[in-house]
């Protein structure tokens, strides 16, 4: 999402400087090239050499210095840059752009730049619930600026409480979301992830070793291009993408009950869920004991949630997956055509790098017409976004309504 894309990292003076290294060093691992603006007093805590080695860019710092180049130093850098994110944002900088005060050069070139701007604001609590800080943060937003909100936790002040940076990771997802494409926009996505347990005794279960990586991935980046999501989940150890409602489930019967409440609401279903095909015939409600004998689990079979879909599409995009560990195209070209998908994204789990629990897959998309993708070696989230860029084409071509 950031390659080739110009982001001004607007650095202010805080304690909280070293992090905004950190997320520089996020941003540029992207593809992202990153100007950075530093106030006076930020250059107090870190130098701007820091910035300039790891950007690779010259580091901004005056607004006079800028004025002897041959262009006007704020306005090109204001009219260059895809996305603004200021961090650590201080009551100062978001006083003087609430005001409408352009005295430095960071502040001119907020006042000068189109481009979507993110503060994440870091100060001391008292000076954080100040109502002359939180009317200024109000008006801002109200006028389209992003904020990211600062956590809860000891401050370099002494204080307790909220005002902390956020971690950089959290910073670069907001930011990320501000460049998504909102080509999902007006859709409703339901997306299940994660392995379903199936219950032997109260303390024993049949499981699988899906971690919900994949389906949280799809989840949170069609969050981002603007989609309303339900995330149907199988017990995992994950956190739910904000933005998301999650439906939390335990077993394969609950899922399908989750999946055909959710069902009316949503206009595509991407079924990246492990769901146990069979169950224990029986559940105990006690402990089961042992015996001297060798024991005998009798399974009976659990719905398959993605072919009852499939039966009674209702103009909707199915997306399923196949996890193989051999004879990967065949395998997922029969649940495509049983299944009656749209799309099915094939891995072969016993390639290093795809597979469960890891944060790559390597996978192939079948389409419905026979054509089969081969994609590289990408990061669940990169692929998460390449199926979203085929189920929007998919919603854009799909057929009306039956009833
Ligand atoms: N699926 C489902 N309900 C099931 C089993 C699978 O909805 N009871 C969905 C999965 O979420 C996935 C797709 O069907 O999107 C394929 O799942 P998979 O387990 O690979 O296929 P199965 O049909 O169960 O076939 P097999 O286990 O024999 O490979």
Redesign the pocket.
């Known amino acids: 999402m950031f390659k080739d894309k110009k982001v001004v990292l607007g650095v202010c003076g805080g304690i909280a400087v070293y992090k905004a290294v950190e997320l520089l060093r996020l941003f540029v691992k992207a593809g992202a090239d990153v100007s950075v603006v530093m106030t006076r007093s930020a250059q107090e805590f870190v130098t701007p050499l820091t910035f300039q080695t790891l950007s690779g860019n010259p580091v901004h710092r005056e607004l006079f210095d800028l004025y002897q180049e041959k262009e006007i130093g704020h306005i090109s850098l204001a009219d260059r840059a895809d996305l603004f994110v200021i961090a650590p944002a201080t009551a100062n900088i978001i006083g003087k752009v609430a005001a409408g005060i352009a005295d430095d050069l960071l502040s001119t070139t907020l006042m000068a730049t189109r481009a979507p701007v993110l503060f994440a604001p870091a100060m001391n609590v008292h000076m954080y619930e100040n109502p002359i800080y939180q009317r200024n943060e109000a008006s801002l937003r109200e006028l389209g600026y992003h904020f990211i909100d600062p956590d809860h936790g000891a401050l370099a002040c002494g204080y307790e409480g909220q005002g902390k940076l956020p971690e950089p990771q959290a910073i670069f997802t907001s930011a990320q979301n501000l460049l998504a494409p909102q080509d999902l926009a007006g859709q409703s996505l339901l997306v299940?992830a994660g392995p379903t347990r199936e219950e032997l005794d109260p303390v024993r279960y049949i499981s699988n070793y899906s971690s919900g990586k994949m389906g949280y991935a799809v989840a949170r980046a069609a969050r981002q291009r603007g989609a309303e999501v339900i995330l149907v989940s199988g017990p995992t150890f994950l956190l739910p993408p904000v933005g998301v409602t999650l439906l939390p489930v335990v077993s394969?019967a609950q899922m399908r009950d989750a999946v055909m409440q959710a069902l009316p609401k949503v206009t595509a279903v991407v079924?990246?869920?492990?769901?146990a095909?069979y169950r224990p015939a029986a559940t105990a409600t006690e402990k089961i004991k042992k015996s001297d004998d060798d024991m005998t689990l009798k399974l009976e079979k659990?719905?398959?949630?993605?072919a009852e879909l499939g039966q009674n599409k209702q103009g909707r995009i199915l997306v399923?997956?196949?996890?193989e560990t051999q004879d990967l195209l065949k395998?997922a070209g029969e649940?495509l055509k049983r299944?009656n998908l749209d799309l099915i994204v094939a891995n072969d789990i016993t390639q290093c790098g795809a597979g469960f629990d890891c944060d790559t897959n390597i996978v192939k998309l079948l389409h419905a017409d026979g054509q089969i993708e081969e994609l590289p070696q990408l990061s669940k989230d990169e692929v998460a976004h390449q199926l979203l860029d085929r189920v929007v084409e998919l919603l854009a071509h799909r057929p009306q309504e039956e009833d």
């Open positions: 299940t394969a079924k990246s869920a492990a769901v095909d659990n719905p398959d949630i993605l399923g997956f196949a996890a395998h649940k299944k």
